[in-house]
Structures are given as structure tokens and as C-alpha cells.
């Protein structure tokens, strides 16, 4: 009897899994609109439309650094029909920067499929001496703290990006937090505060401009939005690579079968020419991956700014 009553509840998982989605589908982005996340979200979101013939609605539920839409995702119905947007941060340093959360992150979300990997570019304001990374590492050393670095907030991406540079490098500079990396630009380009880690999508047209100094990018390989930009690698400065991804959670208890099918066209779509020219456009590399290849993702960046966290001894705000 057991058997037979495991055998028909796989069976009509399968058959609810194969008529996913009967309804829209609700992707809940935690930062506002606008934001690098949320463009490469609705990319995706709208070929996922086509796809399934149901609407994918991406709904911003921005504050506490991505904390209250993770939370409204975590505590929704595990039916496949709300689902998360993540970033590293999200992931990978709240858990670590954060003494609670409102839910467990270890147990609260299914990985699903990495969207896309968001490089940083490391950029200088026009009025700071040092053109290249080389000079920079070198000025920093002849001038320990005196370099500032901006950033989008205390333990963000951005700044732990910063944080890993220095350990690469054996340099020593003073953080400047802001509240977001839109406040932190313009006092770069006006020289008040020497460097900034940002995404591609956010600097590129002002390296273009020439209102900043592009000196590299944090990815293995060189933007294509930035091509004469050189990898940190290139640059001399090993073992630094850093930045964010995007990619999509369920909640825990979603349908093994669901979490499948959704996976397989995320990765289908992202695939597509048309969505990799997109995202390729907006400053990311398209990178789908399995359920597993996420979840090894998020503990290996867990483990490494969770380290950093603790040695700076950093906690939120």
C-alpha cells in the first residue's frame, strides 16, 4: 500500500509539474526598480512569458538590504508560483553580516538556477593621480589609509570587493560608506573620494564618457562592454576576483518536479541569443546552472566574505 501510494504521488507531481504554470508567476526582486538585479530579472522574466503563454510578474519589495522581500518569499506558499530573485548578497553575506534574520537561510529557499554573474569594475575619479592598477597598488602602499574607496553601503558586495583587493595587494585604504552606490558616483566623478567597485552596468558609460577611470574588472575574462578595461588578473593582482550574480530561489518544499522544470527553462532561455545579447549588454555574463552548481556557489561565497566579515569584525547597520 505504501509503494502504491508513493508511486501515485510521484505521478501526480509529474503531471502537476508538466501543466506548470496554469496561472502568472510572481518573481519577487527585494531591491527597487531600475537596479542592476532588476533589469537582468525582467529579461528573463519576459521570455519566460512567452514560454510558459503566463504572465511573469516581477514584483519589487525593496528595504533592509533585499531582507524583506527574501522574508515574503520564504514564508509564501511553496507552489512554485512565487519565487525569488537573488543576489550574492542576498545569500552569501546577510548571513554572515546579520546576527538574525526573520528566516533560516540554510533551510529557507531551494536553489534553482544562476541567472547571470555581474562583474565590478574597479574605477578611480579623473583627478587621481594613479591611471593604472599597477600605480594604484603602488600609491596606496606609499600612502597606507590615505586612499578612499566608496562603496554602497558597510558590507556590501562592493565593499567586500574593496576588502579582498587589499588582502590581494597588501594595501591599506579607508572606506567611505554611502547609502547606495546611485549617492556614491557623483562624489567619485567630482574627486571627493578616490575609488569605487561597481557593476558594469552602473559604470560603464561613465568610463565611456571618460567622466572615470575604468582600471579593471573583477570577472575572470574582460566585459564586453568594456573590452579595453583588463581583468585584475591581467592587471598583476592574483586571487581577487569578486563581484555579484543573479538567480533565482523557490521557497523549501517546492515540488522537486517544479524547481526542475522552471530550472531547465530558465537555463533554456538564457541560452537563447536574443537574452544573452541583453544581458551581455547590460554590463552581466549569462551563466545558467544547475540546482546543485548554485547551491555550491552560494556556500563557497559564504565561506569566503563570511570570512572576511568576521576578521573586520563587520556588522550591519
Known amino acids: 500500500m505504501n509503494k502504491w501510494r508513493l508511486s501515485l504521488f510521484f505521478w501526480a507531481a509529474l503531471a502537476c509539474a508538466q501543466a506548470y504554470p496554469t496561472k502568472p508567476v510572481t518573481f519577487v526582486v527585494p531591491f527597487p526598480p531600475g537596479g542592476g538585479t532588476d533589469i537582468s530579472a525582467r529579461t528573463v522574466a519576459t521570455k ?79 583627478s587621481f593621480p594613479p591611471n593604472s592598477v599597477k600605480e594604484l597598488v603602488a600609491y596606496a602602499k606609499a600612502n597606507p589609509d590615505k586612499v578612499t574607496f566608496a562603496s554602497s553601503g558597510l558590507g556590501g558586495s562592493p565593499h567586500l570587493t574593496a576588502e579582498i583587493f587589499q588582502l590581494a595587494t597588501g594595501t591599506k585604504m579607508t572606506h567611505v560608506p554611502y547609502k547606495g552606490g546611485g549617492q556614491a558616483m557623483p562624489d567619485l566623478m567630482a574627486g571627493h573620494v578616490n575609488l569605487l567597485f561597481a557593476s558594469v552596468l552602473e559604470s560603464s558609460g561613465h568610463i565611456k564618457s571618460g567622466k572615470l577611470k575604468g582600471l ?31 538567480a533565482l530561489l523557490a521557497p523549501a518544499g517546492t515540488p522537486a518536479a517544479i524547481v526542475a522544470k522552471v530550472g531547465a527553462d530558465v537555463r533554456d532561455v538564457v541560452a537563447q541569443p536574443d537574452v544573452r545579447e541583453k544581458l551581455i549588454a547590460q554590463g552581466a555574463v549569462p551563466q545558467a546552472s544547475t540546482p546543485a552548481e548554485l547551491q555550491a556557489l552560494i556556500n563557497a561565497d559564504l565561506a569566503r566574505y563570511g570570512k572576511i566579515i568576521r576578521e573586520k569584525g563587520l556588522k550591519a547597520e
Request: glycine share 6%.
Open 216 to 246: 579593471a574588472v573583477t570577472h575572470a575574462k574582460r566585459s564586453p562592454a568594456l573590452p579595453d578595461v583588463p581583468t585584475l588578473a591581467e592587471a598583476g593582482v592574483k586571487d581577487a576576483e569578486s563581484g555579484s550574480w543573479i
Open 48 to 126: 519566460l512569458t512567452d514560454k510558459w503563454k503566463q504572465s511573469v510578474v516581477i514584483e519589487n519589495r525593496s528595504g533592509a538590504a533585499g531582507i524583506r522581500g527574501a522574508d515574503a518569499v520564504a514564508k509564501a506558499r511553496p507552489d512554485g508560483y512565487t519565487l525569488l530573485i537573488v543576489n550574492v548578497g542576498i545569500t552569501s553575506i546577510n548571513p554572515a553580516l546579520y546576527a538574525k534574520l526573520p528566516y533560516n537561510p540554510d533551510t529557507a529557499f531551494a536553489p534553482i538556477s544562476l541567472i547571470c554573474e555581474l562583474p565590478f569594475v574597479l574605477m578611480a575619479s579623473p
